[in-house]
């Protein structure tokens, strides 16, 4: 349970919403020329090639998770961001439908509070701001304490950004000394909260008495057919799994792969980089990697596979990038089946595809509903069998699925570091969270040639036909 706010802390919040609350006052007039042009100039100041790499090394640097050399490709990120909201219009009238009468003008949401996350602490800044000035919102960010440092000092360069156009600076603001009482507290006087984390974070912005994003947890499976390409899915496999050494929700964590490409697919795998574990590293794993009662141990989160080997008691080849672990049950009785935010992946053997779709569906029981999974296939029939069942917001098709579901330069998803799961998952919304969620918008409404259906075309076959309404009432006050 979080200790009581401090008064110190209440009165640093309290100056922070005055001063955005301010600048929001003072950015009211903005042009779209106007948030265009800012929305380059912080993307700039954060995401040019040295400055990113330095905040991705301080990152790791500071919270001690996460791989500085892939973490560096996240600037993609930033820049995919920058190219939506360039595209996109933000202020005034930003969609038209004539033959609804209707215009949509859109409106700022006000001040937004971002918690971020400890695995994201030099993107989820800039992608967040970008969101927010271009819709002419204000935003002040509650840091993870483990990685303060490494997002201080990216607002710091997105709030230079703003000085130097001559922008009011405090649209961008950061908690200065971050805590749990300190951001709850920011979240209630907030206009709208966005929460990227853990689920305990998430829970408290629905907590809050603000309307909020959340995120949900992850638990990333993919689907390997007869079909397949097997190099490129051992390829993507290595690719999402080793990104940033596994860190985010979206790297694969399991896959279900039919028998006959199953030992082909392993082969491959051992070639990017895979080791295969024996079954007395994997109790040694199972122990290190999580608690007696199954919670997962937060220092094996997004270290690497040699680290994570050692902790658990076993040496692997220098040459080696992510453990694999060939299993053959799902559920809560085996942790492996669930999500594991490391350089660790389950391989699971299925004969028949309605058996792979059995496999999925208890996959999402043991943990991960909502968020995301995906498939290497070229069969139609597979792709949409599958759409229709996973319960979860995003498929990919042949790609990485941690470079792919928040939005890439070869597929059409939006760019962004926040992916609601919907309902299953606990969130409002089952998209990725991206321009569109950071404003209001006011519809105009003009009268239009009426458009009222005959009753014959809206009730069909029914229209016409006799009801015994007595004989039912007396029938359902029978039941009763």
């Known amino acids: ?96 439908l004539p033959e609804k009468g209707i215009v949509k003008y859109a409106k700022p949401v006000g001040l937004i509070a971002s918690l971020v996350p400890t695995t994201n602490p030099e993107l989820t800044p800039p992608g967040v701001g970008l969101f927010a000035v271009k819709c002419r919102d204000a935003v002040i960010f509650s840091p993870h304490p483990r990685s303060k440092r490494t997002t201080q000092a990216t607002v710091e360069l997105m709030r230079a950004a703003l000085a130097r156009e001559g922008a009011p600076v405090d649209l961008i603001q950061c908690l200065e000394r971050p805590s749990i009482p300190a951001a709850q507290y920011l979240m209630t006087q907030a206009d709208m909260v966005q929460a990227t984390g853990g689920r305990d974070m998430v829970k408290a912005a629905y907590s809050s008495g603000t309307p909020a994003y959340g995120v949900g947890a992850g638990n990333s499976t993919m689907v390997i057919d007869e079909t397949a390409d097997v190099a490129e899915a051992a390829r993507n496999t290595r690719i999402s799994k080793t990104s940033d050494f596994g860190s985010g929700c979206s790297a694969d964590g399991n896959l279900i792969v039919e028998a006959s490409v199953y030992e082909a697919l392993r082969a491959r795998l051992v070639e990017e980089g895979a080791h295969l574990v024996s079954p007395g590293e994997r109790e040694l794993l199972r122990a290190v990697y999580w608690d007696a009662e199954g919670h997962r141990t937060p220092d094996t989160v997004a270290i690497s596979a040699q680290r994570l080997a050692a902790r658990a ?12 672990l060939e299993e053959t049950e799902i559920g809560e009785d085996n942790l492996f089946s669930s999500e594991k935010l490391g350089e660790v992946l389950s391989m699971f053997r299925y004969s028949g595809f309605e058996n792979a779709l059995k496999m999925v569906e208890a996959v999402y029981e043991v943990g991960g509903k909502g968020h995301s999974c995906g498939i290497y296939s070229f069969d139609d029939a597979h792709i949409d069998a599958l759409a229709r069942l996973a319960p979860v917001s995003r498929i ?37 969270i991206h321009l569109k969620h950071y404003m209001n918008l006011t519809w105009v409404s003009e009268p239009i040639e009426e458009d009222r259906p005959t009753e014959e075309e809206l009730f069909g076959e029914f229209y016409g036909t006799s009801i015994q309404v007595p004989e039912t009432m007396r029938e359902l006050q029978a039941a009763g």
């Open 396 to 432: 990919m098709v042949r790609q990485p699925q941690s470079k792919a579901n928040a939005g890439a330069f070869n597929n059409g998803m939006p760019m962004t570091s926040s992916l609601g799961c919907g309902t299953w998952g606990g969130n409002i919304t089952s998209e990725n």
């Open 1 to 96: 349970m979080a200790r009581p706010i401090t008064a110190e802390e209440t009165a640093h919040v309290d100056e922070l919403v005055a001063r955005g609350r301010r600048a929001l006052k003072a950015f009211e007039g903005a042009t779209q020329q106007d948030v265009d042009r800012l929305c380059q100039a912080m993307a700039w100041a954060v995401a040019n090639e040295p400055t990113f790499k330095r905040l991705a090394e301080m990152g790791v640097e500071e919270s001690g998770i996460g791989d500085p050399v892939s973490r560096v490709s996240k600037r993609f990120k930033v820049m995919g961001i920058l190219r939506d909201v360039l595209r996109q219009k933000s202020i005034g009238p930003v969609e038209e």
């Open 313 to 324: 008691g076993f040496q692997i080849a220098e040459d080696r990038t992510f453990l694999l």
